[in-house]
């Protein structure tokens, strides 16, 4: 079975996304409208397992929306991936620098915040908080505009994404049943990731491996995530060489997280010998972190996720940044249906995209947002149109399982 290359994954005709149908009216908006307010909404009660150590708890809340107010009446929506307590201790820092600032002109608000916190959050949640914030501007600059993100963010390459369906590991009978699920469901692609992949032996990752290729066939693409990023993870470089090599023997298309995630060196000999397609970086934040992977080759797929990484404006720069360094980029979407929105304007934005990630059976991601995501015929997510992300909040969902302001 032949493995895509990131060449051909360069290969994306250019398509049109049509102008939104009930566009805003541009007259009624000062272009000097404010930031008034940030509120915070987090999202609990629902909470899927994440593949953590713990990480069953629907209690446990991980996600935060927000929703940037103005002076004039509209809102943006955000998204980060963080809990409420440390978005709430981040925006006690950055609405000094936040409040009574143009609400359309994210990139520059967005680095203002950025450049303000030098030493008090270089990342982790305060650059999370930036990240939902950023989002949330984005949107309220295409509300103002009548004017999707996509076309905001440069212009659209395109008008749909294949997403690849996200789940766990499991058992391989149980492994199997969720398989056929997704495939009923339309999906043309499927990551599989984390346990017990790569925490038991290579004899059951390979029956893992093996058990989902004879389930779904040749004809969808499959995904490995082996989840590097946990706590403690014992792997190097000799384990994720053996096990790249079985996962060519089965067509998988790329190999994510194989390594801790700062280590650099590790990932730029793997991506040297693998057959198969090398990713990561979900949880690096800022275009700095990003830097030494994209210009020293260790990558071939950048993972940014748009509610940690810096938002939009962020994740813009380094598509860019990897595009010319012939990286692909794949949005990392473990987060919310704000987040998916996001991705898929940032995806229909840059000249060489194929996927964007997609969780299915999450509320958070299903049900909160209006309108409903939706496979197409052919297995692909259409690039909302509408003004902004194209989406609004499902106040009901919201009620349930995060309560509103």
């Known amino acids: 079975m032949s493995i895509p290359t990131v060449g051909a994954a360069f290969n994306v005709p250019r398509l049109g996304i049509a102008p939104p149908s009930s566009p805003h009216q541009n007259s009624q908006f000062s272009p000097r409208m404010k930031i008034a307010e940030v509120v915070t909404i987090p999202l609990c009660g629902a909470t899927h397992d994440h593949g953590w150590p713990g990480g069953t708890d629907p209690l446990v809340q991980y996600n935060t929306l927000l929703e940037v107010r103005t002076d004039e009446g509209p809102a943006g929506l955000g998204s980060c991936y963080t809990t409420r307590a ?26 203002k915040l950025r450049q303000s916190m030098f030493w ?11 990240s939902g914030l950023d989002i949330a501007l984005w949107d ?21 994404i294949k997403p690849y369906a996200s789940m766990l590991f499991d058992d391989p009978p149980r492994l199997r049943d969720k398989l056929l699920e997704q495939r009923a469901r339309g999906f043309r692609a499927i990551k599989l ?15 893992l491996v093996k058990t989902a290729r004879d389930t779904v066939g040749d004809e969808v693409e499959l995904m490995v995530d ?30 994510e997280e194989a390594l801790k995630p700062d280590d650099v060196e590790g990932f730029r000999e793997l ?10 970086g979900e949880v690096l934040t800022r275009r700095q972190a990003f830097l030494p992977f994209i210009t020293g080759r260790a990558l071939d797929i950048i993972q940014p996720d748009v509610t940690k990484c810096g938002g939009l404006s962020e994740a813009r720069r380094l598509g860019w940044l990897a595009y010319d360094h012939g990286v692909l ?31 299915t059976g999450v509320p958070y991601i299903e049900e909160i947002v209006t309108p409903p995501f939706a496979l197409d015929a052919e297995g692909m997510l259409r690039v909302p149109a509408g003004p902004g992300l194209g989406i609004e909040l499902n106040r009901q969902a919201i009620e349930k399982y995060g309560g509103s302001d």
Do not use: C
């Open 86 to 111: 440390l978005v709430e201790g981040s925006l006690d820092l950055l609405r000094p620098h936040l409040l009574g600032e143009n609400a359309l002109e994210p990139e520059r608000v967005s680095e």
């Open 140 to 160: 309220l600059w295409g509300k103002a505009l009548g004017q999707p993100v996509s076309r905001l963010l440069g212009g659209n390459y395109r008008d749909r």
């Open 226 to 255: 082996a989840g590097g990023s946990e706590q403690f993870w014992p792997h190097g470089v000799t384990w994720a060489r053996e096990t790249a090599r079985m996962l060519g023997d089965y067509g998988v298309v790329w190999f």
């Open 271 to 280: 991506r040297q010998s693998s057959p198969v397609l090398i990713a990561s």
């Open 193 to 207: 990731g984390w346990r017990p992949f790569g925490r038991v032996s290579r004899q059951l990752d390979e029956v």
């Open 329 to 359: 980029l794949v949005p990392h979407g473990w987060n919310t249906g704000v987040g998916v929105a996001a991705d898929l304007a940032l995806v229909a934005a840059l000249p060489v995209a194929r996927w964007v990630e997609y969780q």
């Open 120 to 130: 008090l959050g270089r990342g982790g949640s305060v650059e999370h908080t930036i």
